[in-house]
């Protein structure tokens, strides 16, 4: 039997450098426009299930370094590019940012007030202009507290798994089409992608969980502003790291719990504690910051032991940011913003009018052309990398580039830097299903965004 080579050591995909961290409270006046459902009864909200926050991460090369900027809030989506850039405008102004070195997620949370301008006129919307100059402001002072009291850290990676997120396109029993809701009979994406950030010391000074799952466990019977399951899931963490947690949306298109669409709290919370637990789990099997585990020979005792033991190890201090557009057609057949406002003047029905309002607000953002460019935004951190993009692309995205780049670890998240529509997989056209009827894109989107967002990394590989 011939030798084998030793294996290779293993070690956490890491970055090392300055890592600041800051949280701001983002609650919105009860009373602001929050109708997020085309069956709610409701328009405003009556109270408050949990805070919603908004929780900045910086990382720099070194003192002084251009930083890359993370935001994670506990919004819903932009309803409109211009709603959207009246945020991200003014934080890259007042950052001196380059748009490339920010990234502004999205939690996803259909429990959230309304961002959008073009609802000023609805029940309590006269809230919002206001709102979004204290995200704005809260953006601000949150990376400005991060980069001030930013100190030399890891941040490493590991991989868990999580069984919350179902897969939520169900084939409907009584007509020929696809439903949102459970589908016991399709499986989904598990994984969780925890990041731990080291001080020098050794301690904690905060998580990031990447999971994908629509926060869709409130939904149009629930009043009350909610970061959804997200708001457990910190809280568990939290109470074990004393650090803050950052949650970041991943690819989450067809992906939602099973148990959802209620307006039990007790429900969402426990969501967030099984999601909570999952990045607890895989926190505590991670080696020390600075560790690496080699093969260190064998030891003959009753058996042949093969030993592993720590050893101390290096994490790439390099930060890299991109972004890149992918030309989408649009399909032929969506209506153009005249035929739209057509149809919205003839309708009397609510939930119709609902869809259609949100059809308008997408329409407007690409204009009548039948081609239209989407960007996405990919960084290289240390030995991993972190991917976004402000579609609903379906999981099939992060699967995908995660099995291209088997050795690295990738950080995959929706609505970043946006909110434009779903990009589902291309065999899925031409069923009746809500992700296809709602996206204005064309058969192929999601296939080109991997291509872009693979050659991207690709590239940045060398």
């Known amino acids: 039997m011939p030798h084998a080579p030793a294996p290779s050591p293993i070690a956490h995909a890491a970055f090392a450098g300055k890592i600041g961290v800051a949280r701001r409270a983002i609650d919105p006046p009860v009373g602001i426009y929050s109708r997020n459902w085309g069956a709610a009864k409701h328009d405003v909200a009556t109270g408050r299930h949990k805070s919603l926050t908004l929780t900045a991460l910086t990382l720099q090369e070194n003192a002084g370094g251009a930083p890359l900027v993370l935001i994670a809030a506990d919004l819903g989506w932009w309803r409109s590019t211009a709603s959207e850039w009246s945020v991200r405008g003014p934080i890259l102004k007042a950052l001196e940012l380059d748009p490339a070195r920010l990234i502004f997620n999205l939690s996803h949370t259909h429990s959230g007030p309304s961002t959008s301008l073009e609802c000023s006129e609805l029940p309590g919307g006269h809230l919002i202009e206001g709102y979004i100059g204290q995200i704005v402001s809260a953006s601000v002072d949150a990376v400005r507290e991060a980069l001030q009291t930013a100190r030399p850290a890891e941040l490493a990676w590991t991989t868990g798994a999580c069984d919350l997120a179902k897969n939520r396109d169900l084939p ?57 399951y997200v708001g457990a899931l910190r809280e568990t963490v939290e109470a074990q790291t004393s650090a803050p947690c950052i949650f970041l949306q991943g690819c989450s298109g067809e992906l939602a719990p099973a ?71 649009v399909k032929p057949e969506y209506p153009a913003l005249a035929e739209i406002d057509r149809q919205i003047s003839e309708t009397k029905d609510r939930v119709l009018s609902e869809r259609l309002r949100r059809k308008r607000t997408i329409r407007t953002g690409l204009g009548d052309g039948s081609r239209v460019r989407g960007p996405f935004w990919v960084w290289r951190v240390g030995d991993a990398y972190l991917f976004g993009q402000p579609m609903e692309s379906y999981s099939w995205l992060q699967t995908e580039v995660r099995r291209r780049f088997p050795k690295r670890s990738v950080v995959a998240m929706n609505l970043v830097n946006g909110s434009m529509a779903y990009l589902p997989p291309a065999g899925l056209y031409g069923l009746d299903l809500y992700q296809v009827w709602q996206t204005p894109f064309d058969r192929g989107c999601l296939e080109r965004m991997f291509d872009a967002i693979a050659g991207e990394i690709a590239r940045m590989e060398g």
């Open 172 to 228: 409907d029993p009584e007509r020929p089409r696809v439903v949102c809701g459970y589908n016991p009979a399709e499986s989904a994406d598990a994984t969780v992608l925890v990041g731990r950030v080291s001080g020098a010391e050794g301690r904690v000074l905060a998580t990031l969980v990447n999971y994908a799952c629509h926060p869709v466990t409130l939904a149009w019977q629930n009043t009350l502003l909610s970061p959804d």
């Open 259 to 329: 148990e959802e669409y209620t307006c039990d709290t007790a429900i969402a919370d426990t969501h967030g504690r099984r999601l909570g637990f999952a990045a607890l789990a895989a926190l505590e099997g991670m080696l020390p910051p600075g560790a690496r585990l080699a093969y260190s020979g064998v030891v003959e005792s009753g058996a042949p032991l093969a030993t592993w033991a720590r050893e101390q190890r290096t994490a790439l201090g390099t930060l890299t940011a991109r972004m890149g557009e992918v030309e989408f057609e």
